[in-house]
């Protein structure tokens, strides 16, 4: 009876997963059942950190936004500050807005006067 030599689906998939974990340490970049275990596992982590990356910008931008307005005494709170940009329907986002108090905050103490109005 002649050898019959199994398919290429398997060792694509495998060589495609090697490629996913070749940078990882130890273990984890050679053994086959060990290597898709840790790749659910990043895989699982970077969906779960994409999210937190969001939440952490946000409040660094809050943070830096009400760093500025304590410091300048413009609005005598961040809260007040953006519910009067609401109010006033000046459509900025945070992002934007901790530029602007990063660099250039005579722009605003001028959103801010336009808000006092």
């Known amino acids: 009876m002649t050898r ?3 398919g ?8 495609k997963l090697r ?7 130890g273990a984890h970049s050679r053994l086959t059942r060990t290597m898709t275990q840790q ?3 990043a895989l699982v ?4 950190d994409r999210g937190k ?3 952490d910008f946000r409040r660094l931008w ?4 009400n760093a500025v307005i304590h410091e300048t005494e413009v609005f005598y709170s961040y809260n007040q500050f953006i519910h009067n940009l609401y109010k ?3 459509l900025l986002n945070r992002k934007i807005l901790a530029q602007i108090a990063l660099l250039n905050r005579s722009c605003l103490y001028t959103i801010s006067n336009e808000i006092k109005k």
């Open 8 to 15: 290429y689906i398997a060792r694509r998939r495998r060589t």
């Open 62 to 65: 809050i943070t830096r936004i």
């Open 45 to 48: 982590s970077a969906r779960r």
């Open 39 to 41: 790749r659910i596992r």
């Open 4 to 6: 019959i030599k199994r």
């Open 88 to 90: 006033k329907q000046l």
């Open 19 to 25: 490629l996913f974990a070749s940078s990882f340490r």
């Open 53 to 55: 990356r969001k939440r």
